[in-house]
């Protein structure tokens, strides 16, 4: 019986970053972390950027247990870091691989939930002030 083939490809966000969610999370843990300053957010960021960097070394070892020589080969031409495969001359940017209807919509996510930011204090306080009215009664 004939069994799949699974190829692994270096296209697309993989020429950036082997790992981009996890880079993502890293990245948005620092700057959170940075921008709340408590010590409670740096407590979680710690952790979870811990986290984070934990589950790219988990990644990496199951590829390499699953797909052998082929991620060997995927890992000596992309990079975890963004754009240091890039940079080092392992991978060439190709523009066209990001410009799809997808990538939009991204984008346009991106932007309203920057916009959205500022609605962030009034809304705490609404559900503080909803909150203390239900307590008291």
Known sequence: MLKPQVRLYA????????HP??????LWCLTHGLWI???FMLVTCVGLIGHHIFAVWHGDRRSKAR?????DELKA???IVPFAAVLDGRQQLQWQEFVRP??????IAVGVFWWAHRFIPTAAG???NSALQNLLG
């Open 67 to 71: 797909f052998g020589e082929a991620f």
């Open 126 to 128: 609404l559900m503080r």
């Open 21 to 26: 969610q996890a880079i993502g999370q890293i």
């Open 37 to 39: 300053g408590s010590s």
């Open 102 to 107: 997808a990538q939009l919509g991204i984008a």
């Open 77 to 79: 031409n992309t990079s």
């Open 11 to 18: 296209t697309g966000i993989i020429r950036i970053s082997r």
